[in-house]
Protein backbone atom coordinates (compact mmCIF):
# COMPACT_ATOMS: atom_id res chain seq x y z
CA UNK A 1 0.00 0.00 0.00
CA UNK A 2 1.20 3.42 -0.96
CA UNK A 3 2.47 5.27 1.94
CA UNK A 4 -0.05 8.35 0.84
CA UNK A 5 -2.67 6.01 -0.26
CA UNK A 6 -6.33 6.64 1.81
CA UNK A 7 -7.44 3.06 3.03
CA UNK A 8 -10.47 1.50 1.51
CA UNK A 9 -13.63 2.54 3.30
CA UNK A 10 -12.12 5.87 4.13
CA UNK A 11 -13.39 9.14 3.19
CA UNK A 12 -14.62 9.52 -0.18
CA UNK A 13 -13.21 5.62 -0.90
CA UNK A 14 -15.81 3.30 -2.44
CA UNK A 15 -13.63 1.12 -4.13
CA UNK A 16 -11.38 -1.94 -2.60
CA UNK A 17 -8.56 -0.16 -4.35
CA UNK A 18 -6.78 2.88 -2.62
CA UNK A 19 -7.08 6.50 -3.19
CA UNK A 20 -3.61 8.24 -3.54
CA UNK A 21 -4.22 11.78 -2.24
CA UNK A 22 -1.08 14.28 -2.54
CA UNK A 23 1.05 14.97 0.38
CA UNK A 24 -0.38 17.99 2.76
CA UNK A 25 2.26 20.07 4.63
CA UNK A 26 3.06 18.97 8.32
CA UNK A 27 0.57 19.39 11.34
CA UNK A 28 1.21 21.87 14.19
CA UNK A 29 1.04 21.29 17.07
CA UNK A 30 0.15 24.95 18.20
CA UNK A 31 -2.85 25.02 15.56
CA UNK A 32 -4.68 22.07 17.59
CA UNK A 33 -7.99 23.35 18.15
CA UNK A 34 -8.75 25.14 21.52
CA UNK A 35 -12.44 25.27 21.74
CA UNK A 36 -13.08 21.64 22.75
CA UNK A 37 -11.78 18.59 24.41
CA UNK A 38 -9.32 16.83 21.59
CA UNK A 39 -9.44 13.26 20.45
CA UNK A 40 -5.79 11.10 20.24
CA UNK A 41 -6.83 8.02 18.68
CA UNK A 42 -4.86 5.00 19.78
CA UNK A 43 -2.74 3.21 17.03
CA UNK A 44 -1.33 -0.01 18.50
CA UNK A 45 1.30 -1.54 16.02
CA UNK A 46 1.26 -4.80 18.02
CA UNK A 47 0.31 -8.22 18.14
CA UNK A 48 -0.40 -8.08 21.86
CA UNK A 49 -1.86 -5.26 22.74
CA UNK A 50 -5.22 -5.76 24.83
CA UNK A 51 -8.37 -4.18 23.14
CA UNK A 52 -6.96 -5.05 18.81
CA UNK A 53 -3.70 -6.67 19.42
CA UNK A 54 -2.67 -8.40 15.81
CA UNK A 55 -5.29 -6.19 14.24
CA UNK A 56 -2.97 -3.32 13.22
CA UNK A 57 0.37 -5.46 13.36
CA UNK A 58 1.82 -4.58 9.70
CA UNK A 59 2.83 -1.25 8.51
CA UNK A 60 -0.08 -1.45 5.29
CA UNK A 61 -3.00 -2.23 8.39
CA UNK A 62 -1.36 0.03 10.72
CA UNK A 63 -1.28 2.80 8.05
CA UNK A 64 -4.78 1.79 6.90
CA UNK A 65 -6.36 2.32 10.46
CA UNK A 66 -4.38 5.16 11.18
CA UNK A 67 -6.01 7.13 8.21
CA UNK A 68 -9.03 6.27 8.83
CA UNK A 69 -9.01 7.56 12.14
CA UNK A 70 -7.13 10.53 10.83
CA UNK A 71 -10.07 11.01 7.94
CA UNK A 72 -12.53 10.41 11.04
CA UNK A 73 -11.63 13.45 12.64
CA UNK A 74 -8.93 12.38 15.51
CA UNK A 75 -6.45 15.33 16.38
CA UNK A 76 -3.90 13.49 17.10
CA UNK A 77 -2.50 10.21 16.26
CA UNK A 78 -0.77 8.38 19.02
CA UNK A 79 1.40 5.50 17.31
CA UNK A 80 2.58 2.72 19.72
CA UNK A 81 5.37 -0.78 19.24
CA UNK A 82 4.94 -2.22 22.60
CA UNK A 83 1.94 -3.31 24.51
CA UNK A 84 1.40 -1.37 27.75
CA UNK A 85 -1.36 -3.64 29.09
CA UNK A 86 -0.19 -5.63 32.69
CA UNK A 87 1.94 -8.15 32.07
CA UNK A 88 2.97 -7.82 28.31
CA UNK A 89 6.21 -9.22 27.38
CA UNK A 90 8.78 -5.92 26.48
CA UNK A 91 10.03 -5.58 22.99
CA UNK A 92 13.68 -4.34 21.85
CA UNK A 93 13.80 -0.55 20.93
CA UNK A 94 15.03 -2.29 17.43
CA UNK A 95 11.86 -3.88 17.06
CA UNK A 96 9.53 -1.02 18.40
CA UNK A 97 11.13 1.39 15.87
CA UNK A 98 11.21 -1.25 13.16
CA UNK A 99 7.27 -1.42 13.69
CA UNK A 100 6.50 2.18 14.26
CA UNK A 101 8.68 4.55 12.11
CA UNK A 102 6.85 3.57 8.65
CA UNK A 103 3.85 4.36 10.52
CA UNK A 104 4.96 7.52 11.38
CA UNK A 105 6.49 8.58 8.31
CA UNK A 106 3.23 8.09 5.94
CA UNK A 107 0.68 9.48 8.56
CA UNK A 108 2.64 12.48 9.18
CA UNK A 109 2.89 12.99 5.13
CA UNK A 110 -0.91 12.93 5.11
CA UNK A 111 -1.07 15.36 7.52
CA UNK A 112 -1.82 13.67 10.58
CA UNK A 113 -0.32 15.24 13.63
CA UNK A 114 1.66 12.43 15.75
CA UNK A 115 2.24 11.28 19.01
CA UNK A 116 4.95 8.11 20.02
CA UNK A 117 3.78 6.06 22.97
CA UNK A 118 6.89 4.93 23.89
CA UNK A 119 9.24 4.57 27.14
CA UNK A 120 12.69 4.61 25.34
CA UNK A 121 14.89 7.09 24.46
CA UNK A 122 15.71 5.80 20.88
CA UNK A 123 12.28 4.40 19.93
CA UNK A 124 11.30 8.62 21.35
CA UNK A 125 14.19 9.97 19.21
CA UNK A 126 13.85 8.03 15.87
CA UNK A 127 10.21 9.01 15.84
CA UNK A 128 10.85 12.56 16.33
CA UNK A 129 12.99 12.12 13.36
CA UNK A 130 10.06 10.32 11.33
CA UNK A 131 7.88 13.29 11.92
CA UNK A 132 6.04 12.41 15.58
CA UNK A 133 5.46 15.45 17.52
CA UNK A 134 4.97 14.33 21.02
CA UNK A 135 6.48 11.99 23.53
CA UNK A 136 3.59 9.68 25.43
CA UNK A 137 5.76 8.12 27.84
CA UNK A 138 3.86 5.99 30.45
CA UNK A 139 7.04 4.59 32.30
CA UNK A 140 5.96 7.31 34.84
CA UNK A 141 8.33 7.13 37.91
CA UNK A 142 10.73 4.83 35.80
CA UNK A 143 11.55 7.44 33.26
CA UNK A 144 14.48 5.88 31.23
CA UNK A 145 17.86 7.83 31.14
CA UNK A 146 18.04 10.11 28.81
CA UNK A 147 14.01 10.78 28.31
CA UNK A 148 13.99 13.95 30.24
CA UNK A 149 17.15 15.34 28.42
CA UNK A 150 15.98 14.37 25.11
CA UNK A 151 12.34 16.16 25.98
CA UNK A 152 14.68 19.54 26.82
CA UNK A 153 16.45 19.53 23.86
CA UNK A 154 14.05 18.57 21.25
CA UNK A 155 11.34 20.98 23.03
CA UNK A 156 8.44 18.74 21.97
CA UNK A 157 5.64 18.35 24.32
CA UNK A 158 5.75 15.38 26.67
CA UNK A 159 3.32 13.53 28.00
CA UNK A 160 3.81 12.74 31.86
CA UNK A 161 1.73 9.60 32.91
CA UNK A 162 1.71 7.95 36.38
CA UNK A 163 2.27 4.57 36.48
CA UNK A 164 3.75 2.47 39.36
CA UNK A 165 6.57 -0.24 38.88
CA UNK A 166 6.30 -1.65 35.04
CA UNK A 167 3.99 -3.95 33.11
CA UNK A 168 4.84 -6.71 35.52
CA UNK A 169 4.40 -5.59 38.41
CA UNK A 170 1.99 -2.50 38.50
CA UNK A 171 -0.78 -4.86 39.74
CA UNK A 172 0.77 -5.13 43.05
CA UNK A 173 1.55 -1.69 43.44
CA UNK A 174 -2.02 -0.21 44.18
CA UNK A 175 -1.97 1.26 48.16
CA UNK A 176 -2.55 4.64 48.31
CA UNK A 177 -3.53 6.73 51.63
CA UNK A 178 -5.86 9.21 48.90
CA UNK A 179 -5.09 8.04 45.35
CA UNK A 180 -6.01 11.57 43.65
CA UNK A 181 -3.61 13.37 46.47
CA UNK A 182 -1.15 10.37 46.11
CA UNK A 183 -0.89 10.46 42.29
CA UNK A 184 -0.19 14.10 42.29
CA UNK A 185 2.44 13.63 44.87
CA UNK A 186 3.91 11.49 42.80
CA UNK A 187 3.58 13.33 39.75
CA UNK A 188 5.45 16.25 41.08
CA UNK A 189 8.19 14.46 42.04
CA UNK A 190 9.10 13.28 38.19
CA UNK A 191 7.99 16.68 37.10
CA UNK A 192 10.49 18.23 39.35
CA UNK A 193 12.86 15.68 37.41
CA UNK A 194 11.68 17.10 34.39
CA UNK A 195 12.49 20.64 35.52
CA UNK A 196 15.94 19.79 36.21
CA UNK A 197 16.82 18.87 33.04
CA UNK A 198 15.40 21.86 31.51
CA UNK A 199 12.15 20.91 30.52
CA UNK A 200 9.86 23.70 30.18
CA UNK A 201 6.02 23.83 31.69
CA UNK A 202 4.14 24.64 28.81
CA UNK A 203 5.44 21.12 27.22
CA UNK A 204 4.55 18.76 30.20
CA UNK A 205 0.73 17.16 29.61
CA UNK A 206 0.19 14.99 32.76
CA UNK A 207 -1.75 11.85 32.55
CA UNK A 208 -3.52 9.83 35.74
CA UNK A 209 -2.83 6.59 34.22
CA UNK A 210 -6.07 5.00 34.40
CA UNK A 211 -5.53 1.36 34.48
CA UNK A 212 -1.97 1.22 35.36
CA UNK A 213 -1.32 0.39 39.11
CA UNK A 214 -5.00 1.04 40.37
CA UNK A 215 -7.90 -0.18 41.20
CA UNK A 216 -11.52 -0.18 39.76
CA UNK A 217 -12.17 1.53 42.27
CA UNK A 218 -9.29 3.86 42.87
CA UNK A 219 -9.58 4.37 38.74
CA UNK A 220 -13.08 5.79 39.46
CA UNK A 221 -11.80 7.97 42.17
CA UNK A 222 -9.25 9.30 39.75
CA UNK A 223 -11.74 10.15 37.60
CA UNK A 224 -13.86 11.86 40.26
CA UNK A 225 -11.07 14.16 40.79
CA UNK A 226 -9.37 15.32 37.47
CA UNK A 227 -9.38 18.84 39.21
CA UNK A 228 -6.71 17.71 41.53
CA UNK A 229 -4.49 17.16 38.22
CA UNK A 230 -5.79 20.44 36.79
CA UNK A 231 -4.62 22.45 39.55
CA UNK A 232 -1.03 21.02 38.57
CA UNK A 233 -1.03 23.66 36.04
CA UNK A 234 -0.60 21.31 32.75
CA UNK A 235 -2.67 19.91 29.82
CA UNK A 236 -4.47 16.71 31.33
CA UNK A 237 -4.90 13.74 29.15
CA UNK A 238 -7.25 10.96 30.13
CA UNK A 239 -7.23 7.63 28.62
CA UNK A 240 -9.91 5.45 29.73
CA UNK A 241 -10.80 3.70 26.39
CA UNK A 242 -11.64 0.00 26.41
CA UNK A 243 -9.83 -0.95 30.35
CA UNK A 244 -10.97 -3.32 32.40
CA UNK A 245 -12.73 -1.46 34.81
CA UNK A 246 -15.42 -0.41 32.32
CA UNK A 247 -15.40 -3.97 31.43
CA UNK A 248 -16.14 -5.27 35.16
CA UNK A 249 -19.01 -2.30 34.89
CA UNK A 250 -21.02 -4.01 32.04
CA UNK A 251 -20.62 -7.06 33.53
CA UNK A 252 -23.12 -9.38 32.50
CA UNK A 253 -24.33 -12.67 34.07
CA UNK A 254 -20.98 -13.10 35.41
CA UNK A 255 -18.92 -12.22 32.00
CA UNK A 256 -17.21 -8.83 31.74
CA UNK A 257 -17.89 -6.63 28.62
CA UNK A 258 -14.99 -7.58 26.04
CA UNK A 259 -12.90 -4.40 24.84
CA UNK A 260 -15.09 -3.94 21.74
CA UNK A 261 -18.20 -3.83 23.53
CA UNK A 262 -16.70 -0.90 26.30
CA UNK A 263 -16.87 1.95 23.34
CA UNK A 264 -19.90 3.16 24.72
CA UNK A 265 -18.96 3.36 28.22
CA UNK A 266 -15.75 5.08 26.66
CA UNK A 267 -17.79 8.00 24.88
CA UNK A 268 -19.80 8.38 28.22
CA UNK A 269 -16.40 8.81 29.89
CA UNK A 270 -15.21 11.42 27.08
CA UNK A 271 -18.11 13.70 27.50
CA UNK A 272 -17.30 13.74 31.38
CA UNK A 273 -13.64 14.26 31.31
CA UNK A 274 -14.56 17.09 28.36
CA UNK A 275 -16.82 18.88 30.89
CA UNK A 276 -14.59 18.60 33.69
CA UNK A 277 -11.65 20.20 31.26
CA UNK A 278 -9.43 17.91 29.51
CA UNK A 279 -7.23 18.88 27.07
CA UNK A 280 -7.59 15.76 25.42
CA UNK A 281 -9.04 12.13 25.68
CA UNK A 282 -7.42 9.21 24.19
CA UNK A 283 -9.65 6.50 22.38
CA UNK A 284 -9.88 3.51 20.38
CA UNK A 285 -13.07 4.71 18.55
CA UNK A 286 -13.03 8.29 17.40
CA UNK A 287 -16.25 8.99 15.95
CA UNK A 288 -18.18 8.54 19.15
CA UNK A 289 -15.33 10.67 21.47
CA UNK A 290 -15.65 13.36 18.66
CA UNK A 291 -19.16 13.33 19.21
CA UNK A 292 -19.04 13.55 22.80
CA UNK A 293 -16.46 16.38 22.99
CA UNK A 294 -18.52 18.19 20.60
CA UNK A 295 -21.40 18.10 22.67
CA UNK A 296 -19.46 18.88 25.69
CA UNK A 297 -17.67 22.36 23.82
CA UNK A 298 -21.67 23.37 23.33
CA UNK A 299 -23.15 22.93 26.28
CA UNK A 300 -20.20 24.99 28.42
CA UNK A 301 -20.79 27.51 25.07
CA UNK A 302 -22.43 30.80 26.08
CA UNK A 303 -25.48 31.23 23.84
CA UNK A 304 -26.06 35.00 22.32
CA UNK A 305 -29.22 36.06 21.20
CA UNK A 306 -32.34 33.71 21.03
Known sequence: MDSLAAAPGTGPATSPLPILRKPRPAAKFEALPTDRTLVMGILNVTPDSFSDGGKHATADSAIAAGLRMFYAGADIIDVGGESTRPGAEEVSPAEEQRRVVPVIEALVKAGALVSIDTTHVSTAEAALNAGAAIINDISGLSIEPGMAEL??????????????????????????????????????GVRDKLYAAGVRPEQIIVDPGIGFSKTDVQNWELLRNLDRLDAMGHKVLVGASRKRFLGTLLTVSGKAALPEERDAATAAITAISAARGAWAVRVHDVGPSLDAVKVAARMAAPDHGQ
Do not use: Q
Open 151 to 188: VAKTKVPYVLTHRRGDAKTMTSLTEYDDVANDVVSELN
